[in-house]
């Protein structure tokens, strides 16, 4: 990451590096603009700068972790769309959040599902009427 002292200078290459960047992000820029400096730092030596684990891997562990943690729709959908940038299919981006289930549960799974959802335009089926005629309604 640069080590711009110009707060525009350094949001224009965390978008050109990132791929995006967060509300949050442009507002610190302006009024802290050294913390956001030193928080930028961390995600850069753990997401961003090239190590082990490919971009495409870490950003699959990004999406699921954001799930897990029940971060905003679009904060997901913001890294959702990076790893689509990276050539990380639809299906593969769904397989990964839905490994939220098991430990996070399907609350926590449907934030994620939601954002991917719209992200990639999935749509889904409709019941037929006949589904809910003349049934129990009992599963």
């Known amino acids: 990451m640069t080590t711009a002292d110009d707060p525009q ?3 224009d290459e965390m978008a050109r590096k990132r791929g995006y960047v967060l509300d949050y992000h442009k507002v610190m820029a302006r009024h802290d603009f050294a913390v956001l400096q030193a928080a930028n730092g ?7 700068d090239q190590r082990a684990l490919d971009r495409k891997t870490k950003e699959l562990i990004f999406i699921v972790s954001l799930t897990v943690m ?3 729709k679009g904060h997901i959908q913001s890294h959702i769309r990076v790893a ?8 593969e ?5 839905e490994i ?3 430990e996070a549960g399907v609350v926590a799974f449907q934030t994620g599902f939601e954002a991917w959802r719209e992200v990639v335009g ?3 089926l409709e019941p037929a009427v006949e589904a809910f005629q003349g049934g129990s309604g009992a599963a």
């Open 9 to 11: 200078q350094y949001i």
């Open 122 to 124: 999935a749509d889904g």
């Open 84 to 91: 689509l940038d990276l050539g990380i299919t639809p299906q």
């Open 93 to 97: 981006i769904l397989e990964a959040i």
């Open 42 to 48: 961390l995600v850069g030596a753990a997401y961003l």
């Open 70 to 72: 029940r971060a905003s």
């Open 100 to 102: 939220s289930l098991p």
